[in-house]
């Protein structure tokens, strides 16, 4: 048992002589909870994960052998956790609407029984190592929870129980080590936060993320297993964006960190999740969410600790199989606090306050993303997708510069665009994906040949017309010749009809790929048509009077996914209206 | 250890004052010091180890004599006594009465820190509150329990806008009406001028809620450090009126700007690293301490509604204390000089203005079906129509095709008229989302894509406008 010798806001000196850097530790007469950062001679520097107003040198300290680490088992899905893994409604229950400091309840609840099935290849005697699937248990209606053998344990599994009931107490099985060692197997077991929990081997990712949105999945596609950063000023679109994907996407399982950021985003998940229906699996949404949540006012250590709880879910869920998405909002915050933790201490700054490992932390964040074949041999992902909140909107500064080296999916927010209501406000020309080829692949084979044809074609027409814009910006649109105006137009015409999509219009929030392919090839289809008159001599100026070009930005709103057929006979009478025109060109040609 | 002086400074400086040989003092500690000539100072623990005890004079450490000041350790944190007695009181930033009134007495204190509040124990804020401004309640609606901040300028109407907002907030309906009884209004002011704080308390009277108002004065001229307890003193109190005694309350703070500026100045006494322009890392955390302090808990009837003022310096939306802010409140409403220079009031600059709470908080059951689709068109419209304006700017409206004259007379009268009131005019949301067909049937239907086809039917007119032009 050591003490307390000096208190500085979150930091704590500790006389505690045989801790080791990383461990957790209880401090004081309110039992805070903390970990070792630094060590010097008997004294230990700890931070604490809760505020420690009124703690005294003197009060009492102890190491508590084991460093920051999750539970991971049955209970998880559907559950609200604080930084630290305490769930956020056994906590209420326990200490009302705010959270007092010192409350100690265990991460998964212990008095639930879940019915464990036994995998029929599995049974005593066998030799068995990490990772291994050894049963499973319905956690909710579209998840099952397969049931591990802890990463780091190896040996002969003498025994496991059949199937029934059991609480997370309850052993269910045994292994004895290579060492002759016999350890107790249950439903869950535990990992440290901070180590990545390994894999047999990385896999190339090969399918795309589908997250129903236009400009992420047409135009900056991010795959199963990959790393993207949407970073952007505040109010552009970050949060919405992220819950959007955490809805809508493909995924089995989805992982909301709010880390740092404000109290209702977290409510509004937890009221709409449940109400909302999975399109893939017909299921509520919230059965397949866990959410993580360490909001702006609570201890700014518990922050940084928060995205490493999450990615250690992530990989748990990745261990059993599943494809995982985790969004984490925003990894400014957690870099702040790093920043906080870093000047408590007095290290060196480098740049805006940061200390110089900012740059190595991200990426061995962002590194714990990826598909992978696990331990079991089973196939599994993780997709990371983290909000940057640059100071300013200035994507020059540290978090911004050092993720957008990292990640692979850029998705830039764009201030102009955000307060002209364009959303997502993704700036077309500052974002990027290094994963077009992989995902053309995907397209080509499961929608249509033509996608990264037109991609490119609908990217170049929007570079066009940035061009073009200048020039109208300066002397006015009737410098431009009409093949350019039409080019204007069509541009306009992707903005609107296919790049806005609005979560909130209940039609489109989410847009399936054929849907998005379709709009795709309807807005070009009518600037090749469009252009095909201007080349003859029609004048862009009539074109862009005709009925359609105000139809076709309405479309992506009047038809869901389920009524493609609909929408496509609509697209279909797109050169029938040219055709029109053209007649009437034709025929009034020879007058002038 | 309460009723023990201590005489142990060993230095003072800068606002600090480092006591030695004082055992177990705790962190967050109040301190009162007593100086040579018996005046009473106020600090706070911020810094304790076995050895030594930094504390922070909330005074300043001018003229302290460390052979004759004497210290005593509180032995709790900064609490404020509640009863219903602040109804209709005046405290200073630490909460002492500043009226000339007895101060509270009450068994009842608290930690003007708070404790945070669970996220699973938060209501989500649906409730529309009309403020009978336009520009809010048509496009950046106000709902109960959120923060949305004003962003303005020196010289700018920001106080004669909320003082607006706090006459005119009400809820829809018949309820609206049967629950102003419960309707509260806790109003801190720090670092601004006399004036501005007389100004509030006058319109206040006038508008007969001063006995519903409690109040929070830290004026310029008083101790800066005491500037950081105000908004704290003023929102425990809030928290009480709301979670205790279930009223609704409505909080108003200016000016956050004075408050992030003290913020600064201590954290450079301290010596912490700064982050930008001189701010320190933890401004935001901080600020969220005090914002996040807004919103509704489940099974409570009370909430807190909260509007904070704050200068942007230079009118730099950019700046560490705006740019803050917008990150953690729940949108902004943003005052513009431009605006102001031509004569419109309110001066709200929409397109940088957001609330994020509107979506969930208006249309089919809150207001009127329409009002999503109205608001998002008019921010395209109003969008589009300013582009069309500094084009005009370059080669001059004569040049503008007939098309973008349309454009270019809907910009000029949706600020004249729609964003453009009376500071006594309560428009109704419904006048409000009227006044926009109006507005829109200016522009013809086909480049309105923002609102169905049906809305267009049922309020859009623009053949009769088309006929008379
Ligand atoms: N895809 C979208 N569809 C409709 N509205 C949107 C969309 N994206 C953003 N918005 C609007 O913009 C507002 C702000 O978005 P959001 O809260 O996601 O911003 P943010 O980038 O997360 O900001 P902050 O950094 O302050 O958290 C939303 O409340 C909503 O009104
Ligand atoms: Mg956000």
């Known amino acids: 048992m050591g003490k307390i010798i000096e208190i500085n806001g979150p930091i704590v000196r500790l006389e505690l002589p045989e801790t ?244 209702n985003e977290l409510t509004d998940v937890l009221e709409f999740m449940p109400e909302l229906i999975d399109p893939h699996t017909g299921r509520p949404l919230m059965e397949r969410t866990l959410l993580v949540a360490n909001t702006s006012n609570m201890p700014v250590v518990a922050r940084e600790a928060s995205v490493y709880v ?283 | 250890m309460k009723n023990i002086e201590f005489r142990t400074a060993s230095s003072a400086q800068g606002g600090l004052i480092v006591m030695s040989g004082v055992p177990g003092v705790a962190a967050g500690s109040q301190v009162q010091i007593k100086d040579h000539a018996g005046r009473l100072r106020n600090g706070l623990v911020i810094k304790v180890s076995d050895q030594a005890v930094l504390v922070e004079v909330f005074e300043g450490t001018d003229e302290l004599d460390l052979e004759r000041t004497w210290v005593r350790f509180l032995d709790e944190p900064f609490t404020l006594p509640l009863s219903r007695d602040i109804m209709g009181r005046i405290f200073n930033g630490a909460g002492h009465p500043r009226d000339g009134r007895p101060p509270i007495i009450s068994a009842d204190r608290r930690n003007v820190n708070g404790e945070p509040m669970n996220p699973a124990a938060r209501a989500y804020p649906r409730e529309f509150i009309q403020t009978g401004i336009s520009a809010i309640d048509g496009m950046n609606s106000l709902t109960r329990g959120q923060k949305l901040p004003i962003f303005s300028g020196g010289g700018l109407p920001h106080n004669r806008v909320a003082a607006q907002i706090v006459r005119q907030a009400k809820l829809l309906g018949d309820e609206a009406n049967a629950e102003s009884s419960s309707f509260v209004v806790v109003f801190a002011a720090f670092g601004v001028s006399s004036a501005d704080a007389r100004y509030f308390q006058e319109s206040f009277e006038e508008s007969g809620v001063l006995n519903r108002v409690v109040m929070f004065l830290n004026l310029a001229d008083e101790p800066v450090i005491e500037r950081l307890l105000t908004p704290r003193a003023a929102l425990t109190a809030a928290e009480y009126l709301a979670y205790d005694l279930d009223y609704h309350v409505l909080v108003v703070m200016t000016d956050m700007t004075a408050y992030a500026e003290a913020l600064r100045e201590v954290a450079v006494l301290r010596g912490d690293v700064p982050a930008r322009k001189g701010y320190p890392g933890y401004l935001y955390s901080d600020l969220a301490e005090i914002y996040e302090r807004a919103g509704r808990i489940k099974k409570r009837p009370g909430s807190i509604t909260m509007i904070p003022v704050l200068s942007m310096p230079s009118d730099d939306i950019t700046h560490p204390i705006p740019d803050l802010t917008g990150y953690i409140t729940e949108g902004q409403i943003v005052l513009g000089r431009e605006l102001f220079n031509q004569g419109v009031y309110p001066p709200v600059t929409v397109l940088p203005s957001l609330s994020r709470l509107m979506k969930d908080g208006i249309g089919k059951h809150y207001t009127r079906e329409d009002h999503p689709h109205v608001a998002s068109q008019l921010f395209a419209s109003y969008a589009k129509a300013l582009e069309v304006r500094g084009l005009a700017a370059i080669i001059g409206a004569e040049e503008l095709s007939e098309g973008d004259r349309r454009y270019l007379e809907f910009a000029n009268a949706f600020e004249r008229r729609f964003i453009g009131q009376g500071e006594d005019e309560d428009r109704s949301v419904f006048e409000t989302l009227n006044l926009a067909w109006d507005l829109l049937s200016m522009l013809p239907p086909d480049s309105l894509i923002r609102v169905s086809e049906a809305e267009l039917e049922k309020y859009h007119r623009w053949q009769a406008v088309a006929e008379t032009t």
Not at chain 1, 327 to 333: E, I, K, L, M
């Open chain 1, 310 to 592: 999450g990615i250690t879910l992530a990989e748990y869920f990745r261990d059993q199989g599943y494809d995982v998405v985790m969004v984490a909002d925003s990894t400014s915050r957690w870099a702040e606090a790093l920043r906080e933790v870093a000047g408590r201490l007095g290290q060196m700054p480098v740049e805006e306050g940061y200390p110089a490992y900012l740059g190595s932390r991200l990426a061995a964040f962002y590194e714990r993303a990826g598909r992978v074949e696990t331990l079991g041999g089973l196939h599994g992902s993780v997709s990371l997708i983290g909000a940057v909140s640059p100071p300013g909107g200035d994507f020059s500064e540290p978090v911004t510069s050092h993720t957008k080296e990292i990640i692979q999916t850029f998705w830039a927010l764009s201030k102009e665009l955000a307060d002209a209501r364009h959303y997502p406000a993704i700036d077309w020309l500052e974002s990027f994906s290094g994963y077009v080829p992989a995902a053309a692949k995907w397209w080509a084979q499961h929608v249509d040949p033509r996608w990264e044809e037109y991609r490119a074609r609908a990217l170049e027409l929007l570079a066009e017309s940035e061009e073009l814009q200048r020039i109208v910006n300066l002397v006015g649109v009737e410098a431009l010749s009409s093949e350019q105006r039409w080019t204007l137009e069509a541009a306009g015409l992707i903005k609107e009809g296919l790049l806005q999509q609005a979560a909130t219009d209940e039609t489109d929030s989410y847009a399936s790929p054929e849907k998005q392919f379709a709009l795709l090839a309807a807005m070009l289809r009518i600037h090749d048509e469009g252009m095909k008159l201007v080349k003859m001599g029609a004048s862009a100026r009539v074109l862009i009077q005709l009925p359609i070009m105000g139809q076709a930005r309405r479309w992506k709103s009047q038809f869901t996914s389920e009524q493609l057929e609909e929408m496509k006979a609509r697209i279909a009478e797109i050169p029938g209206v040219f055709e029109r025109v053209a007649q009437e060109y034709e025929h009034a040609a020879p007058q002038t």
């Open chain 1, 20 to 263: 080791v850097i990383g461990e957790q530790v209880r401090v004081g007469e309110l039992n805070l909870v903390g970990e070792v950062i630094g060590r010097e001679g008997d004294t230990a520097l700890a931070q604490l994960y809760e505020n420690t107003e009124g703690l005294r040198p003197g009060e009492r300290a102890e190491g508590l052998g084991y460093p920051l680490s999750v539970e991971l088992g049955p209970g998880l899905l559907n559950s609200i956790f604080d930084g630290v893994q305490r769930p956020l409604n056994a906590v209420w229950k326990k200490s009302g609407d705010r959270i007092a400091r010192g409350v100690q309840v265990h991460s998964l609840p212990r008095d639930t029984a879940w019915h464990f099935v036994p995998d029929p290849g599995i049974r005593a005697g066998m030799t068995v190592s990490g990772g291994l699937v050894l049963g499973s248990v319905q956690e909710t209606a579209s998840i099952v929870h397969r049931i591990l053998v802890p990463p780091t344990l190896a040996g002969e599994l003498t025994e496991l129980a059949g199937e029934g009931d059991y609480t997370l107490d309850e052993v269910i099985g045994h292994i004895k080590g290579r060492d002759g060692a016999v350890h107790k197997l249950n439903l869950f077991h535990r990992w440290p936060v901070r180590v990545p929990r390994p894999y047999a081997r990385r896999d190339h990712a090969v399918a795309p993320l589908l997250t129903g949105q236009r400009i992420l999945d047409t135009f900056y596609p991010l795959l199963k297993g990959g790393k993207g950063a949407i970073p952007g000023p505040f109010g552009a679109g970050k949060t919405m964006l992220q819950q959007q994907i955490a809805r809508w996407c493909n995924a089995e399982i989805v992982i909301y960190v709010g880390c740092g950021e404000r109290g």
